[in-house]
């Protein structure tokens, strides 16, 4: 081999093995610390009897085709896949105004209810169904890390995260809880018990999340007015939209503990520049993929399969991720709302965006580019390996903005920079979270 590829590849191993930040190179996968809430639910250990085992032997004794992909559907991935999906599945489908704190705080309460079950222990010493009775056949991965059942516990924390956010959806959301219960069992992997105390574990942890989020302010609507002046937004924002500068942090020391130095009094340098783009390029490619794609949560899932975490390290690589996008949106809009900054097609009305549609609300900092600092960091954090891939993306989502047309470039870089500081204090607070 190349000697500057060996070094090359020793110095990257040793990032991954020696670097004390990654949850990738930790061995203890238990002792994580809940984020807010616990579980006071009690299981009580007890001993498979043959008429437990006879009733999974059973369940899988005339499965069909279609039966086995349901099973690997549910059991695939880690725990808070699917339901991941399925949030933003409805969230998609939603007419009107979605919450902005649905996605962190579903995840959050994933990861409390993982960290309640997986620091759980019990007297019960007997094997899982697959492993004491040859007859009951593995149908998935058995990557537990826990005496109980993770994917039950996410289940059970999802399922009421997401029906109490979208209540006309509650029934869909109880199909999917049954579908998921049966096929957990099908698997192999667990014992009815099990499954259902894990559910119960997310259940009520999610009941105090849910009690949280109606305190939280996200909810709230703004009465105040639009200022005027020279070089302000130009616009009347959404009722919810202001409100975002005021969402209670999850942990901040306050909404505007990152708040950027005033904008320029003077736009027309950067103006020009945004002109002289559009004389030189008549498109941009990664405006419209950053305007139109789920860039970094794709990233996410896709970085928690190829490192192959496990249910533990991945409900806590979520909950990291969606808390820094989570913390950066109350940054970025404490921003916007405290100085109330122009828009390009406003200070020249003859400019036309390539994206067309700006969005409805001031511009300095930019809030792409400021949760993709934020992201960025935190991807950084759990996946040290691939830092540069995530500093090179969020720096094109930067980009992505000015050549669209609706930020100035200065709305991106003080984003950008401000966004990077809320992650680094992000993953500090979740340092202490995590197994040393």
Request: with cysteine.
């Amino acid at each position: 081999m190349n000697p500057l590829k060996t070094f090359l590849l020793i110095a990257s191993m040793s990032v991954y093995f020696l670097c004390p930040q990654s949850i990738i190179a930790q061995k203890n996968h238990n002792n994580y610390t809940p984020f807010m809430f616990t579980s006071s639910i009690f299981m009580e250990g007890k001993e498979p009897n043959e008429q437990t085992i006879d009733s999974i032997i059973q369940l899988q004794s005339a499965l069909s085709s279609l039966d086995l992909e349901e099973i690997k559907y549910w059991n695939s991935a880690y725990p808070n896949y699917r339901w991941h999906q399925l949030l933003m599945d409805i969230s998609n489908a939603h007419k009107g105004h979605k919450n902005g704190a649905r996605v962190v705080i579903m995840h959050l309460a994933i990861y409390d209810a993982l960290v309640t079950i997986s620091n759980y222990s019990t007297d019960r010493t007997s094997k899982r169904p697959f492993e004491l009775n040859s007859g009951v056949k593995l149908f998935a991965k058995n990557k537990s890390t826990s005496s109980l059942c993770e994917w039950s516990a996410a289940a059970g924390a999802a399922s009421q995260i997401i029906s109490y956010y979208f209540p006309d959806q509650s029934h869909k959301v109880d199909s999917c809880l049954q579908a998921f219960k049966l096929n957990r069992l099908r698997s192999g992997t667990q014992y009815a018990n099990e499954i259902n105390a894990s559910i119960e574990v997310g259940k009520e942890v999610a009941a105090q999340y849910i009690a949280y989020a109606k305190t939280d302010r996200t909810a709230d609507t703004w009465e105040g007015e639009v200022p005027i002046g020279k070089n302000k937004w130009k616009g009347i924002p959404s009722k919810w939209d202001p409100m975002k500068a005021k969402w209670k942090p999850l942990t901040l020391d306050s909404n505007d503990q990152f708040r950027p130095g005033p904008p320029p009094s003077d736009w027309e340098a950067e103006m020009q520049e945004l002109r002289e783009f559009q004389e030189n390029h008549k498109r941009s490619n990664i405006a419209w993929k950053w305007r139109t794609e789920p860039v970094w949560d794709d990233l996410l899932e896709r970085k928690i399969l190829e490192y192959d975490l496990n249910p533990m390290q991945a409900a806590y690589a979520s909950a990291l991720f969606h808390a820094s996008r989570y913390e950066a949106t109350i940054v970025a809009w404490d921003g916007k709302y405290h100085y109330w900054t122009i828009r390009p097609f406003q200070y020249d009305p003859g400019f036309k965006p390539y994206l067309i549609d700006t969005p409805n609300f001031p511009g300095y900092p930019a809030g792409h580019t400021t949760v993709a600092g934020s992201v960025a960091e935190a991807l950084s954090h759990i996946f040290p390996l691939d830092h540069k891939e995530f500093e090179l993306l969020a720096k094109e989502c930067s980009e992505s903005r000015f050549e669209g047309g609706v930020h100035f470039r200065t709305d991106n870089e003080v984003g950008l920079e401000i966004g990077s500081q809320v992650g680094e204090f992000v993953i500090k607070r979740f340092q202490k979270l995590s197994p040393r």
